[in-house]
Protein backbone atom coordinates (compact mmCIF):
# COMPACT_ATOMS: atom_id res chain seq x y z
CA UNK A 1 0.00 0.00 0.00
CA UNK A 2 1.62 3.32 -0.98
CA UNK A 3 0.98 6.54 1.35
CA UNK A 4 -1.83 8.75 0.63
CA UNK A 5 -2.08 12.14 1.06
CA UNK A 6 -2.85 16.10 0.04
CA UNK A 7 1.08 16.92 0.85
CA UNK A 8 2.40 18.94 -2.39
CA UNK A 9 5.51 19.41 -0.73
CA UNK A 10 6.35 15.79 0.10
CA UNK A 11 5.10 15.07 -3.68
CA UNK A 12 7.84 17.68 -4.91
CA UNK A 13 10.60 16.28 -2.79
CA UNK A 14 9.99 12.77 -3.97
CA UNK A 15 9.54 13.39 -7.70
CA UNK A 16 12.72 15.63 -7.11
CA UNK A 17 14.73 12.80 -6.23
CA UNK A 18 13.27 10.72 -9.56
CA UNK A 19 10.34 8.74 -7.78
CA UNK A 20 7.15 8.59 -8.56
CA UNK A 21 4.04 10.05 -7.32
CA UNK A 22 0.06 9.12 -8.68
CA UNK A 23 -1.40 12.41 -9.22
CA UNK A 24 -5.20 13.73 -9.47
CA UNK A 25 -6.29 15.29 -12.94
CA UNK A 26 -9.55 16.15 -14.12
CA UNK A 27 -9.54 12.81 -16.41
CA UNK A 28 -8.46 10.15 -14.53
CA UNK A 29 -4.90 9.87 -12.23
CA UNK A 30 -1.45 9.79 -13.45
CA UNK A 31 1.66 7.88 -12.43
CA UNK A 32 3.62 10.83 -12.52
CA UNK A 33 7.74 11.02 -12.82
CA UNK A 34 9.82 13.83 -14.20
CA UNK A 35 9.52 13.60 -17.80
CA UNK A 36 13.03 14.98 -18.53
CA UNK A 37 14.61 12.27 -16.64
CA UNK A 38 14.95 9.38 -18.61
CA UNK A 39 15.68 7.27 -14.98
CA UNK A 40 11.97 8.59 -13.39
CA UNK A 41 10.87 7.91 -17.02
CA UNK A 42 12.09 4.41 -17.03
CA UNK A 43 10.17 3.99 -13.46
CA UNK A 44 7.09 4.83 -14.77
CA UNK A 45 7.38 2.14 -17.51
CA UNK A 46 8.24 -0.37 -15.24
CA UNK A 47 5.49 0.03 -12.83
CA UNK A 48 2.96 -0.20 -14.95
CA UNK A 49 4.42 -3.18 -17.39
CA UNK A 50 3.86 -1.08 -20.29
CA UNK A 51 5.53 -1.37 -23.35
CA UNK A 52 8.59 0.64 -24.29
CA UNK A 53 7.01 1.58 -27.36
CA UNK A 54 3.86 3.66 -26.09
CA UNK A 55 4.89 7.18 -25.20
CA UNK A 56 3.56 9.30 -22.15
CA UNK A 57 2.00 12.42 -22.42
CA UNK A 58 4.03 15.69 -20.78
CA UNK A 59 1.74 18.09 -18.21
CA UNK A 60 3.00 21.15 -18.15
CA UNK A 61 1.80 23.95 -15.76
CA UNK A 62 0.30 26.21 -18.88
CA UNK A 63 0.34 26.87 -22.97
CA UNK A 64 3.48 28.65 -22.59
CA UNK A 65 5.17 25.62 -21.31
CA UNK A 66 4.43 23.98 -24.49
CA UNK A 67 7.01 26.02 -26.16
CA UNK A 68 9.54 24.99 -24.09
CA UNK A 69 9.30 21.08 -25.33
CA UNK A 70 7.41 21.64 -28.82
CA UNK A 71 10.09 22.57 -31.13
CA UNK A 72 7.16 23.81 -34.00
CA UNK A 73 3.58 24.93 -32.76
CA UNK A 74 0.92 25.07 -35.61
CA UNK A 75 -1.23 27.86 -35.65
CA UNK A 76 -4.68 25.76 -34.98
CA UNK A 77 -2.62 23.92 -31.65
CA UNK A 78 -2.00 27.35 -30.50
CA UNK A 79 -6.05 27.77 -30.47
CA UNK A 80 -6.49 24.81 -29.01
CA UNK A 81 -4.65 25.15 -26.42
CA UNK A 82 -5.39 28.91 -25.27
CA UNK A 83 -8.82 27.77 -25.94
CA UNK A 84 -9.12 25.10 -24.00
CA UNK A 85 -5.91 24.51 -21.57
CA UNK A 86 -6.06 23.82 -18.74
CA UNK A 87 -8.56 21.03 -19.30
CA UNK A 88 -8.51 17.46 -20.89
CA UNK A 89 -7.00 17.91 -24.53
CA UNK A 90 -3.41 16.73 -25.51
CA UNK A 91 -1.56 18.02 -28.14
CA UNK A 92 0.84 16.21 -30.16
CA UNK A 93 3.62 18.20 -31.69
CA UNK A 94 7.50 17.89 -33.01
CA UNK A 95 9.58 17.72 -30.00
CA UNK A 96 12.43 19.69 -28.84
CA UNK A 97 15.39 17.10 -28.46
CA UNK A 98 15.78 17.89 -24.20
CA UNK A 99 12.69 15.76 -24.45
CA UNK A 100 13.56 12.07 -23.74
CA UNK A 101 13.36 9.60 -26.18
CA UNK A 102 12.33 7.20 -24.07
CA UNK A 103 9.18 10.20 -22.54
CA UNK A 104 8.23 10.21 -26.44
CA UNK A 105 9.10 6.20 -27.48
CA UNK A 106 11.74 7.27 -30.28
CA UNK A 107 8.84 9.89 -31.86
CA UNK A 108 9.95 12.56 -33.14
CA UNK A 109 6.59 13.96 -31.86
CA UNK A 110 5.30 14.20 -27.98
CA UNK A 111 1.96 14.67 -25.88
CA UNK A 112 1.61 17.81 -24.17
CA UNK A 113 -1.29 18.59 -21.70
CA UNK A 114 -1.76 20.73 -19.18
CA UNK A 115 -4.47 18.96 -17.04
CA UNK A 116 -6.88 21.26 -14.64
CA UNK A 117 -6.51 20.08 -11.18
CA UNK A 118 -6.08 22.91 -8.65
CA UNK A 119 -3.53 19.91 -6.87
CA UNK A 120 -1.85 19.13 -9.52
CA UNK A 121 -1.73 22.67 -11.31
CA UNK A 122 0.02 23.85 -8.23
CA UNK A 123 2.82 20.97 -8.18
CA UNK A 124 3.32 21.55 -11.54
CA UNK A 125 4.15 25.19 -11.11
CA UNK A 126 6.71 24.57 -8.31
CA UNK A 127 8.09 21.81 -10.14
CA UNK A 128 11.56 23.24 -12.40
CA UNK A 129 10.23 20.31 -14.63
CA UNK A 130 7.44 18.52 -16.70
CA UNK A 131 6.03 15.21 -15.43
CA UNK A 132 5.53 12.42 -17.65
CA UNK A 133 2.05 10.87 -16.43
CA UNK A 134 0.44 7.93 -18.15
CA UNK A 135 -2.95 7.00 -16.41
CA UNK A 136 -2.14 5.24 -13.05
CA UNK A 137 -3.23 1.46 -13.89
CA UNK A 138 -1.13 -1.56 -15.05
CA UNK A 139 -0.93 -1.53 -18.95
CA UNK A 140 -4.41 -2.43 -20.97
CA UNK A 141 -6.38 -2.27 -17.69
CA UNK A 142 -9.22 0.31 -16.84
CA UNK A 143 -7.96 3.89 -16.09
CA UNK A 144 -7.76 5.21 -12.31
CA UNK A 145 -10.53 7.99 -10.92
CA UNK A 146 -10.14 7.26 -7.35
CA UNK A 147 -6.74 7.66 -5.26
CA UNK A 148 -7.94 3.92 -3.85
CA UNK A 149 -7.90 2.68 -7.12
CA UNK A 150 -4.62 3.57 -8.14
CA UNK A 151 -3.57 2.48 -4.52
CA UNK A 152 -5.27 -0.77 -5.38
CA UNK A 153 -3.33 -2.17 -8.13
CA UNK A 154 -0.38 -0.10 -8.03
CA UNK A 155 0.03 0.79 -4.51
CA UNK A 156 3.17 -1.38 -4.05
CA UNK A 157 5.07 -0.20 -6.88
CA UNK A 158 4.99 3.59 -5.64
CA UNK A 159 5.77 6.05 -3.37
CA UNK A 160 3.06 8.70 -2.80
CA UNK A 161 -0.47 8.97 -4.26
CA UNK A 162 -1.28 12.83 -4.37
CA UNK A 163 -5.14 12.48 -3.50
CA UNK A 164 -7.19 14.83 -5.09
CA UNK A 165 -10.73 13.34 -4.53
CA UNK A 166 -12.67 11.67 -7.47
CA UNK A 167 -11.68 12.98 -10.90
CA UNK A 168 -14.43 15.31 -12.21
CA UNK A 169 -14.21 13.91 -16.05
CA UNK A 170 -13.61 10.56 -15.65
CA UNK A 171 -12.62 9.80 -18.65
CA UNK A 172 -8.70 10.24 -20.36
CA UNK A 173 -7.97 13.25 -22.79
CA UNK A 174 -8.90 13.70 -26.12
CA UNK A 175 -5.84 13.38 -28.31
CA UNK A 176 -5.08 15.59 -31.22
CA UNK A 177 -2.14 15.63 -33.81
CA UNK A 178 -1.25 17.26 -36.70
CA UNK A 179 -0.83 16.13 -40.30
CA UNK A 180 0.35 18.98 -42.55
CA UNK A 181 -1.17 21.17 -39.90
CA UNK A 182 -4.43 19.84 -40.07
CA UNK A 183 -5.78 18.07 -36.93
CA UNK A 184 -6.24 14.59 -36.56
CA UNK A 185 -8.13 13.10 -33.40
CA UNK A 186 -6.49 10.37 -32.14
CA UNK A 187 -8.20 9.21 -29.21
CA UNK A 188 -12.20 10.72 -28.26
CA UNK A 189 -11.65 11.50 -24.51
CA UNK A 190 -12.83 14.24 -21.90
CA UNK A 191 -13.12 17.31 -24.82
CA UNK A 192 -15.87 16.36 -27.34
CA UNK A 193 -15.03 16.69 -30.64
CA UNK A 194 -17.93 19.43 -31.30
CA UNK A 195 -16.11 21.85 -29.20
CA UNK A 196 -12.85 21.11 -30.54
CA UNK A 197 -14.33 21.44 -34.52
CA UNK A 198 -16.04 25.28 -33.22
CA UNK A 199 -12.58 26.13 -32.53
CA UNK A 200 -10.53 24.57 -36.01
CA UNK A 201 -13.19 23.68 -37.92
CA UNK A 202 -13.75 19.91 -39.24
CA UNK A 203 -11.38 17.57 -37.83
CA UNK A 204 -10.32 14.14 -39.75
CA UNK A 205 -10.48 10.57 -36.68
CA UNK A 206 -7.99 8.06 -36.54
CA UNK A 207 -8.97 6.51 -33.96
CA UNK A 208 -9.53 2.85 -33.24
CA UNK A 209 -6.94 1.37 -35.23
CA UNK A 210 -6.07 -2.50 -35.00
CA UNK A 211 -2.46 -2.51 -36.25
CA UNK A 212 0.07 -0.31 -35.84
CA UNK A 213 -1.22 2.00 -34.02
CA UNK A 214 0.13 5.80 -34.24
CA UNK A 215 -1.18 6.09 -30.47
CA UNK A 216 -0.96 2.65 -29.08
CA UNK A 217 -3.55 3.97 -26.73
CA UNK A 218 -5.33 3.21 -29.59
CA UNK A 219 -4.92 -0.54 -29.71
CA UNK A 220 -8.55 -2.37 -30.16
CA UNK A 221 -8.56 -4.52 -26.69
CA UNK A 222 -7.41 -2.01 -23.90
CA UNK A 223 -9.00 -1.14 -20.85
CA UNK A 224 -9.49 -4.93 -20.18
CA UNK A 225 -12.19 -5.31 -17.11
CA UNK A 226 -11.21 -8.90 -15.32
CA UNK A 227 -14.71 -10.09 -16.72
CA UNK A 228 -15.86 -10.57 -20.71
CA UNK A 229 -18.26 -7.38 -21.46
CA UNK A 230 -20.91 -8.23 -24.40
CA UNK A 231 -22.26 -5.13 -26.17
CA UNK A 232 -25.82 -4.65 -27.41
CA UNK A 233 -29.38 -4.16 -27.09
CA UNK A 234 -29.82 -5.62 -23.59
CA UNK A 235 -33.19 -6.82 -23.26
CA UNK A 236 -31.92 -8.76 -26.91
CA UNK A 237 -29.23 -10.17 -24.86
CA UNK A 238 -30.83 -11.09 -21.68
CA UNK A 239 -33.09 -13.42 -23.80
CA UNK A 240 -30.13 -15.31 -24.56
CA UNK A 241 -29.56 -18.48 -22.75
CA UNK A 242 -25.37 -18.12 -22.40
CA UNK A 243 -25.75 -14.20 -20.61
CA UNK A 244 -28.65 -15.42 -17.62
CA UNK A 245 -25.80 -15.25 -14.94
CA UNK A 246 -25.07 -11.90 -16.19
CA UNK A 247 -24.33 -8.24 -14.68
CA UNK A 248 -25.74 -4.89 -16.69
CA UNK A 249 -24.14 -1.53 -17.24
CA UNK A 250 -27.06 0.51 -18.92
CA UNK A 251 -26.56 4.31 -19.42
CA UNK A 252 -29.67 6.01 -18.18
CA UNK A 253 -32.53 2.90 -18.07
CA UNK A 254 -33.69 0.83 -15.07
CA UNK A 255 -33.38 -2.84 -16.62
CA UNK A 256 -34.48 -4.32 -12.68
CA UNK A 257 -31.50 -7.12 -12.66
CA UNK A 258 -30.28 -8.24 -9.30
CA UNK A 259 -26.62 -6.88 -10.81
CA UNK A 260 -26.48 -3.56 -12.64
CA UNK A 261 -25.03 -0.23 -12.51
CA UNK A 262 -26.99 2.78 -14.59
CA UNK A 263 -24.06 5.08 -15.53
CA UNK A 264 -26.58 8.40 -15.20
CA UNK A 265 -30.54 8.34 -14.65
CA UNK A 266 -30.70 11.22 -15.19
CA UNK A 267 -29.15 10.62 -19.32
CA UNK A 268 -26.66 13.21 -18.59
CA UNK A 269 -23.68 12.14 -20.90
CA UNK A 270 -21.16 13.79 -18.62
CA UNK A 271 -22.08 11.80 -15.41
CA UNK A 272 -22.08 8.68 -16.89
CA UNK A 273 -18.36 9.23 -18.13
CA UNK A 274 -18.00 10.17 -14.48
CA UNK A 275 -19.26 6.94 -13.42
CA UNK A 276 -17.81 4.60 -16.25
CA UNK A 277 -14.39 3.57 -15.01
CA UNK A 278 -15.97 2.84 -11.37
CA UNK A 279 -18.53 1.11 -13.14
CA UNK A 280 -16.26 -1.14 -15.11
CA UNK A 281 -14.48 -1.96 -11.96
CA UNK A 282 -17.51 -2.54 -9.84
CA UNK A 283 -18.46 -5.28 -11.94
CA UNK A 284 -15.49 -7.12 -11.98
CA UNK A 285 -16.25 -8.06 -7.95
CA UNK A 286 -20.02 -9.29 -8.99
CA UNK A 287 -20.52 -12.86 -8.61
CA UNK A 288 -21.33 -13.10 -12.37
CA UNK A 289 -20.44 -14.73 -15.58
CA UNK A 290 -20.34 -11.70 -18.15
CA UNK A 291 -21.28 -8.31 -18.04
CA UNK A 292 -23.61 -6.57 -20.88
CA UNK A 293 -23.27 -3.59 -21.80
CA UNK A 294 -25.08 -0.39 -24.18
CA UNK A 295 -23.60 1.96 -26.09
CA UNK A 296 -24.61 5.90 -25.58
CA UNK A 297 -25.93 8.57 -27.86
CA UNK A 298 -22.75 8.98 -29.87
CA UNK A 299 -22.10 12.74 -29.95
CA UNK A 300 -20.05 14.94 -27.42
CA UNK A 301 -18.10 12.98 -24.67
CA UNK A 302 -20.30 10.10 -25.05
CA UNK A 303 -18.08 9.43 -27.83
CA UNK A 304 -15.57 8.82 -25.58
CA UNK A 305 -17.58 6.69 -23.67
CA UNK A 306 -18.68 4.51 -26.79
CA UNK A 307 -15.04 4.36 -27.34
CA UNK A 308 -13.75 2.94 -24.68
CA UNK A 309 -16.73 0.65 -23.80
CA UNK A 310 -16.30 -0.74 -27.45
CA UNK A 311 -12.50 -1.63 -26.34
CA UNK A 312 -13.46 -3.27 -23.37
CA UNK A 313 -15.70 -5.45 -25.45
CA UNK A 314 -13.20 -6.29 -27.64
CA UNK A 315 -10.60 -7.66 -25.13
CA UNK A 316 -10.00 -10.91 -24.37
CA UNK A 317 -10.00 -12.05 -20.94
O1 LIG B 1 -6.18 12.19 -19.50
C1 LIG B 1 -5.08 11.72 -19.82
O2 LIG B 1 -4.60 11.87 -20.94
C2 LIG B 1 -4.35 10.91 -18.75
C3 LIG B 1 -3.97 11.85 -17.61
C4 LIG B 1 -3.14 11.18 -16.54
O3 LIG B 1 -3.34 12.99 -18.12
N1 LIG B 1 -3.19 10.29 -19.31
C5 LIG B 1 -3.27 9.24 -20.15
O4 LIG B 1 -2.06 8.72 -20.50
O5 LIG B 1 -4.33 8.76 -20.52
P1 LIG B 1 -1.87 7.28 -21.19
O6 LIG B 1 -0.41 7.08 -21.27
O7 LIG B 1 -2.63 6.27 -20.42
O8 LIG B 1 -2.44 7.48 -22.60
C6 LIG B 1 -1.76 8.36 -23.45
C7 LIG B 1 -1.96 8.01 -24.87
C8 LIG B 1 -1.33 6.70 -25.25
O9 LIG B 1 -2.25 5.97 -26.02
C9 LIG B 1 -0.16 7.12 -26.12
O10 LIG B 1 0.08 6.16 -27.11
C10 LIG B 1 -0.65 8.44 -26.69
O11 LIG B 1 -1.33 9.03 -25.63
N2 LIG B 1 0.48 9.31 -27.05
C11 LIG B 1 1.39 9.85 -26.23
N3 LIG B 1 2.31 10.52 -26.92
C12 LIG B 1 1.98 10.39 -28.23
C13 LIG B 1 2.57 10.81 -29.46
N4 LIG B 1 3.70 11.52 -29.49
N5 LIG B 1 1.94 10.49 -30.61
C14 LIG B 1 0.81 9.78 -30.60
N6 LIG B 1 0.23 9.33 -29.47
C15 LIG B 1 0.81 9.62 -28.31
MG1 LIG C 1 -3.85 4.72 -20.16
Known amino acids: MAEIGSDIERAISLLKAG ?35 DPLIMHVPGP ?8 SIPDKARELAS ?42 KELPFPLAAPSANPFGYVSPTTAKHVDQQLGSRISYILDGG ?28 EAIEAVVGPLQTRAHSTSNPRAPGQ ?25 RNAAIISFQVD ?7 VLSPDGSLHEAARNLFSALRQVDAFPVDV ?23 AAIV
Open 64 to 71: DAAGLYAA
Open 166 to 193: ACDIGIESTIVGFEDSHPVIYRFGGLSM
Open 291 to 313: VLAELVPNEGIGRAINDRLSRAA
Open 83 to 124: RFWPGPLTLVLPKKDLVPDLTSAGLDTVGIRCPDHPLTRQLL
Open 19 to 53: ELVAIPTETVYGLAGNALNSAAVAKIFEAKNRPHF
Open 219 to 243: LKSHYAPGKRIVLGEITSLQNISAY
Open 255 to 261: YGASYQI
